[in-house]
């Protein structure tokens, strides 16, 4: 057999199949893999900073009164039992839960029923109603204590609890607004329209559709408004002269004299205004944050 018959005769070679393009490898930048030192260093400090002064409240209101111990052992409730019935503590904590409790319904209603009109109604002043509940933010709340005063003097509610609640509302109601308007603009309006056709009038469709998706807007505005109110000290001290009348931040207030103060009771108060804090953030944490998220992303 010739070259040219064998070269005839041996079947072609089979077609090569290109590889496919490899991906480019992206640059990676230098924060995208930061050592992991990098951030327990400064959350570790953080931490310490947060925790150091919540520790030495503890050690202050559990260790005996003169001691100097840096570890609260021999552990003593003394402090606890004299802020709690010599000083009236039960009596200021109940009055700061009514006011809170009461605070936190007004507010949201109020909030509610304004945030949906400023989400669902056009009308010609909203630019500026939206405009001055902003400018509302930067009036101190100093300033309104006189003319407050003197609507209070004039209504008789001059060292009632109510006052207290309604001063908390009035100053809370601005931002608790906004936040609810953004909370419901978030919600599609083809929802409503769509439970208007199947038969249902507006406060019912808002009833059943709208409100059950504003469960974390309303646990961020009413936890708002019930630690703010909870924490103020300025309209309890202004508004109410009576002693069983005054809430917990008063009552600190109480235990620091002009010559001396007593750490271990005045500790012990302070665990007892932040305790309650602390349980109602830890249950509600995951609803706050979703609900601060939404609000703060315009619809």
């Not at 606890?80 to 209603?109: D, H, P």
């Not at 003197?150 to 009632?160: C, G, H, P, R």
């Not at 709208?210 to 019930?226: K, T």
């Amino acid at each position: 057999m010739t070259t040219k018959e064998a070269i005839a005769v041996a079947p072609a070679p089979a077609p090569t199949v290109p590889e496919p393009p490899r991906p480019a490898k992206k640059s990676r930048r230098a924060w995208d893999e930061a050592p992991r030192w990098q951030i327990y260093l400064p959350l570790g400090i953080y931490l310490v900073f947060t925790l150091i002064p919540f520790y030495w409240i503890l050690l202050f209101s559990l260790r005996p009164a003169g001691s100097t111990s840096l570890v609260p052992w021999p552990m003593t409730f003394d402090h606890f039992e004299k802020v709690w019935t010599e000083r009236s503590f039960g009596i200021y904590f109940q009055n700061s839960v009514l006011v809170g409790v009461a605070t936190l319904f007004m507010t949201t209603l109020v909030a509610l029923a304004g945030g949906y009109a400023l989400a669902r109604f056009d009308f010609k002043v909203k630019q500026v109603f939206m405009l001055a509940l902003l400018c509302s933010q930067f009036v101190p709340g100093a300033l309104l204590l006189v003319p407050l005063f003197e609507i209070f003097a004039e209504l008789q509610m001059i060292n009632s609890l109510g006052s207290v609640i309604i001063a908390e509302t009035v100053f809370q109601l601005p931002l608790s607004i906004i936040l609810i308007s953004n909370f419901i603009k978030n919600v599609p309006y083809s929802l409503e329209e769509a439970a208007w056709v199947d038969g249902c009038g507006r406060m019912k469709a808002f009833r059943i559709v709208v409100l059950p998706l504003l469960r974390p807007g309303l646990i961020a505005v009413g936890s708002f408004a019930f630690v703010h109110s909870w924490n103020h000290f300025l309209f309890a001290l202004m508004f109410l002269n009576n002693q069983e009348k005054q809430t917990i931040p008063v009552g600190l207030n109480t235990l620091m004299g002009a010559d001396s103060v007593d750490l271990g009771a005045l500790a012990a108060g302070g665990i007892v205004a932040a305790v309650p804090v602390v349980i109602v953030f830890a249950f509600i944490q995951k609803w706050l944050i979703t609900g601060f998220s939404a609000g703060a992303v315009k619809g």
